[in-house]
């Protein structure tokens, strides 16, 4: 896939630290509740960790007691990218950073509770916050 920002494997081992290349460039994990993010409930943006995009604000974000940051909607635009998922012997949906491919997490269809149904279950590690901007 052709992104707008694109490294070398080995710019991005140099930019990333272990772990953080390891979700954001081999799809793994985070353990459930540990991720930093998880949590933060202050007004403000979510970006990839990878590239700077934008990719969530703060309104969109909700307590799925699920072990994730979870939220029901990416940015409006072309934030993220979803690609199917058949790793580890099931289907979902991948979500990944549209503007480097980073990946991020996953997208559920279980969240009735919010405006879209949606839960975009996401590394804390693949994600940063900056407090303040704008929430809508």
Sequence with gaps: MN???NKTDEQWRAELDAFEYEVLRNA???RAG???LLDENREGTYHCRGCG???FKSVAKFDSHCGWPSF???KEGDAVELVEDRSHGMVRVEVRCSACGGHLGHV???APQTPTGDRYCINSVSITFSEG???A
């Design 133 to 135: 901007e704008a929430k």
């Design 53 to 55: 995009a934008e990719l």
């Design 108 to 110: 559920f269809e279980d």
């Design 3 to 5: 992104y707008r920002v």
């Design 28 to 30: 793994a994990t985070e």
């Design 34 to 36: 540990t991720g930093a």
């Design 72 to 74: 029901y909607e990416p």
